[in-house]
């Protein structure tokens, strides 16, 4: 099994569809990546992955066109011909998936903590670290 991360942007709203009674959530993200070629100049290389996320989730209401997030899960390649052309798809069956905001102006207000899913958990937010207690000072001098 290969193991796919990427951030991104969604290329379009999620939506639920139902496979033989089994509920998914189905998007696409869109992974730009930038480099600069032996002259210099920055390009930018952006490739699309087909997603689908297992299960029902409330994080559905925030997987909207252009929200930011990050994926893992099981990497698939396939090849098909359009148009006479052959062309390549990447899908991916997202274990996990955090929402890592942006700077949409039509974003939809999202919680103060990131909103994460994954196939152990169906929603949680990550846990807080505890908050650091200065050590206790200890004289160990022996008079």
Request: hydrophobic share 35%.
């Amino acid at each position: 099994m290969l193991v796919l991360e990427a951030i991104g942007n969604l290329g379009a709203d999620a939506i639920i569809k139902d496979l033989n009674g089994q509920k998914y959530i189905a998007f696409s993200v869109a992974h730009t990546e930038s480099y600069k070629d032996s002259q210099g100049q920055r390009h930018e290389r952006t490739t699309w992955v087909s997603c689908l996320k297992y299960g029902e989730s409330p994080v559905i209401n925030y997987l909207k066109k252009g929200t930011r997030v990050f994926i893992r899960g099981e990497l698939s390649a396939k090849a098909y011909e359009a148009g006479g052309v052959l062309q390549a798809g990447i899908n991916c069956r997202v274990r996990e998936l955090q929402l890592l905001g942006g700077n949409r102006a039509d974003q939809t207000e999202v919680p103060q903590q990131a909103v994460t899913t994954s196939a152990a958990a169906p929603t949680y937010a990550p846990p807080q670290p505890p908050a650091y207690q200065q050590p206790e000072e200890v004289d160990d001098l022996p008079f």
